[in-house]
Every structure is written in structure tokens, then in C-alpha cells.
């Protein structure tokens, strides 16, 4: 059993549905369609961008749950593979997101859960290769 793997997985489990519900409930229940770039059907890019959320909702979803899997599985040369991807997928998402937060004067970095969660998710993940 991997602590820092299982950690990493309940954390990007848990960010998904923060992720999954709050965008439903925040974003997009709040967002007017005028407030989104004109196309040929005024659902399109509303749909467009609601699709393009939830597949970042999905890869949350996979890499969290390899990454419980992973820490629940013997430690292998294919579970410190998939480990790998999660953490440095993870890594990735966090590099987008605090670079957006910076770029933007950075107050997003401690108003916005998603900077510490990616960090932590990608540190605990590659955290457990060293375990």
C-alpha cells in the first residue's frame, strides 16, 4: 500500500466533483450566452465549452482513480508507470493553472482551491514514487 498514492487519488477524486458539480452550479448556471463568442448557433460555443469543462472533469476522474488504484496495488515497474503519468499530468494542470493565477496578479492563488489541490495532488503523486 502506497499513503502518498491513496492520498493523491482521494484529493483528485474529490477535486473532480468540486470540479464537476460547482461548474454546473457556478459557471455555467451563471454564464450568459452573450458573454461567449459569437457562432452560427448561439449554443454551440455554450456547448462547446461546457464539453470541453467536463472532459477536463473526465481526465481528473481516470487519473484520480489510477492513482488509488496504483496505491492499493503492489508497487510495480507498470504502477510506478501509471503513477508517473498522474503526477506529472497533475504537475501540468497545476503549471497551467498557477501560471493563468500569476499572469493574472495572482489573487486566484489562495481566492481558487484549484492552485493548492493540482500542487498537492501532483506532490503527493510523485511524493509516492519515492515511498
Known sequence: MNGPWIAAGILALVGTGIHAIGGEKIVFSTTHERALPATRETTTARSLTRTTWHLTTAAFAVLGAAALICGFTETTDATKGAARVVAASFSAFALVVVGSALARGGRN????????????????AWWGLSA
Open 109 to 124: 492563488l489562495v481566492r481558487h482551491p484549484a492552485p493548492l489541490m493540482l500542487s498537492l495532488t501532483a506532490a503527493l
